[in-house]
């Protein structure tokens, strides 16, 4: 298993969503979804509040007179409603996957969105291919951390992939 990131504070870089070509609008989604829920554990707004913020302001919206990508927004709200919703039975599992003596809190607020989400998708979603549900959020996790926590992630999602998608592994 890769080293436990020892950081509490994210890095603040955040991956481009400027509109460029084949940026999928569910890619845009899930990177949406992790800033929200990011958000929503830093400052303890509601779903609901989130999801028509991001709709309203941030979903293919402009940054600095640059235009973001679309996102597709159904999407982005299954997945943040979904993880929200779900997070009592997806932070057991993420317990499970620590190091001993480790806490979920510890980790990166960041990493535990990521996590939280592509565990949503990989548990609820069976519409999307586990290595696709896998491929993104490393993505993600590239675009915000240097060291060794996509490499836990990595991990973490592989483990639940197996668990959760053995059919589909076998296939």
């Given amino acids: 298993m890769a080293k ?13 969503m400027r509109d460029r070509e084949g940026a999928p609008a569910r890619s845009a989604a899930r990177l949406a979804a992790v800033q929200a829920l990011y958000q929503m554990e830093t400052t303890g707004q509601g779903v609901d509040a989130v999801i028509n913020e991001f ?3 941030r979903l293919g919206g402009e940054i600095e007179g640059e235009k973001l990508h679309a996102a597709d927004v159904a999407f982005f709200s299954d997945i943040l409603r979904g993880t929200v919703e779900s997070q009592s039975r997806l932070d057991p599992y993420l317990q499970k996957q620590l190091a001993e003596g480790w806490k979920l809190k510890r980790l990166d607020a960041t990493a535990r969105a990521i996590l939280r989400a592509g565990l949503y998708e990989m548990v ?10 896998i491929n993104e959020y490393l993505n993600i996790a590239n675009a915000f951390f240097d ?20 059919d589909e592994i076998t296939a």
């Fill in 147 to 166: 060291a060794d926590e996509p490499k836990f992630i990595n991990g973490v999602l592989d483990s639940a992939a197996r668990d959760a998608r053995s």
């Fill in 4 to 16: 436990m990131p020892t950081t509490n504070q994210p890095d603040k870089r955040a991956p481009d």
């Fill in 55 to 57: 709709a309203d302001h």
């Fill in 124 to 133: 609820r979603r069976p519409d999307v291919p586990f290595r696709v549900i």
